[in-house]
Every structure is written in structure tokens, then in C-alpha cells.
């Protein structure tokens, strides 16, 4: 099977499991489903990304590019050049995916966010923009992308936002010893199953109950699908929200323990 069918596949199992808002018996749950994820409030802050996202995908500039994890289907593992707007098309967040992240972080207010792939910045400058007192840490392995992105910082006025680069495994120690309790943490980096497991691993060790995670395109792959499952299968979890190209994780003592499946 290819994997565009698996994908056609995997999205209509999806659609079929989705809950509608009359089965989220779960008041905190269907809070998150009115406030964050059906929230159609224009935030002005949303232009601030959409100028800057509208240059870049215009932008002939080239960068050397190298990508450390399993994204080497769109561009390949060793560096070599390639155009600003090609990387806006294949590796950063879309608006849609961006604003709900936005909306997110507007919702909960994250004191402290850690992010594992920065790409060009947009998800990191949704961030800012909703949080603009907070503390952001976030780590890219290639070095050109994480220049471009501290540039884009710049442009759109953000200066909390700090960027590491290397690869996650030396990179994600350093950035959890700067920030011992991450109240929100995001991991687009490396959609690989082993890897996605052991920064998982990793942050557990420093969350709190009010920790939130995110973890991007959980259904990209069978490995992807199988991290996943166990993840969201940890004890500690208390509430986890399938949201297809998503998923997010809360963990507060007064939740109880329940899967969904949210359609996005």
C-alpha cells in the first residue's frame, strides 16, 4: 500500500472514531473544544504572521538546508540549497494548524515553552505573539533555518524567544536545564517513533500536572501512529486529544483518565 492511501486510510478511521460536541462528557475537554479549537475570533495578532508568511513564500532567497529526522522525504538528509518559499510550503506550520496553536497559548498562558524544531520560526512566533511575557526555548539542527528564523524573530519584534542549535540529543538537556519545568512543550522535530519516544521520556522527567504537549502529525507514519499509542497509554496522562495531524496531552490530577478523538 502506498503511503498516500495509508494516509486516505488513516484519515477515514480517523473521521469515523471523531467525536461531535454533544459526546464530550468531559467539561474540561469540551472547554477546549469551544475556547481553543472552534474559537473563529479574528486576533489581530494573526496578521503579524500572515505579512511575514506571505514574504517568505515569495522569497528566492536559498538557504543551505539539512534535515536531521524522518521530514528527509521532502528535502534530502544532506545539506544542499534550497529556496526560502519551498520550505515555507513543506516543513513550516500552516496558518490552520498556527492558529489553533495560537489559540492554545491564548487559552492556557504558558509561563514557559519549549519547542523541538524550529524550521523558519512561524509555530514559535504564533507562540510569542500569544505569549508575549513568556519564555520560549526553541531548537532546530539546522543551522541556516534557526539564522533565518532569529531574523523573522527580529521582524515581527520578538525578543523572547531563543533559539538552540544542534541536534535534539545534545540540544534538548540543555534547553530542559534552562528551563526545569516547561509548562508547555511542542515536538515537531524528529516524526520518527524511538526518537519521538525518548524526548517524551526525556520531558517527562520534568513536567508538571499543568504541563500541556503537543505532538505533531501523530498519524505521518505506522512508527509515528505506534509512539503514539504509548504515549498517550503513559500513566500520567490524564487526558489526551487526538486531533488527527495532532495530538495533545494534559495532565492534571483532576482529570480523569479518558481518550479522545477530535476531528480538526
Not at 6 to 29: D, M
Not at 114 to 127: D, H, K, P, V
Not at 225 to 244: C, F, G, L, T
Request: hydrophobic fraction near 40%; include cysteine.
Amino acid at each position: 500500500m502506498s503511503r498516500q492511501v495509508e494516509a486516505v486510510v488513516g484519515f477515514l478511521k480517523h473521521a469515523v472514531r471523531a467525536q461531535s460536541k454533544y459526546h464530550l462528557h468531559s467539561p474540561f475537554v469540551f472547554s477546549f473544544y469551544q475556547n481553543v479549537l472552534k474559537n473563529d475570533h479574528a486576533y489581530v495578532q494573526y496578521r503579524v504572521v500572515n505579512r511575514l508568511r506571505k514574504e517568505l513564500e515569495t522569497a528566492n532567497r536559498f538557504i543551505k538546508r539539512k534535515d536531521l529526522g524522518a521530514r528527509c522525504k521532502d528535502f534530502p538528509c544532506d545539506q544542499r540549497f534550497v529556496r526560502v518559499k519551498d520550505i515555507i510550503h513543506h516543513s513550516s506550520v500552516n496558518r490552520k494548524k498556527g492558529e489553533f496553536l495560537f489559540r492554545l497559548i491564548h487559552e492556557y498562558k504558558p509561563a514557559t515553552i519549549l519547542e523541538l524544531g524550529t524550521s523558519l520560526g512561524i509555530s514559535a512566533i504564533y507562540f510569542g505573539l500569544a505569549a508575549p511575557d513568556s519564555q520560549i526555548i526553541t531548537i532546530e539542527g539546522c543551522l541556516d533555518s534557526a539564522n533565518l528564523a532569529r531574523e523573522n524573530f527580529e521582524k515581527v519584534g520578538l525578543n523572547n524567544i531563543q533559539v538552540l542549535t544542534g541536534h535534539f540529543e545534545e540540544k534538548l538537556a540543555m534547553a530542559l536545564a534552562d528551563m526545569p519545568v516547561p509548562d508547555l512543550v511542542f515536538f515537531d522535530g524528529n516524526h520518527k517513533k524511538e526518537p519521538t519516544l525518548a524526548y517524551f521520556k526525556q520531558c517527562m522527567a520534568h513536567m508538571h500536572p499543568g504541563s500541556i504537549f503537543i505532538f505533531d502529525d501523530i498519524h505521518w507514519s505506522a512508527g509515528m501512529e505506534e509512539a503514539w499509542n504509548i504515549i498517550r497509554d503513559h500513566p500520567q496522562v490524564k487526558v489526551s486529544i487526538d486531533m488527527y495531524h495532532m495530538g495533545i496531552l494534559f495532565f492534571k490530577e483532576e482529570l480523569s483518565k479518558e481518550d479522545f478523538t477530535i476531528r480538526f
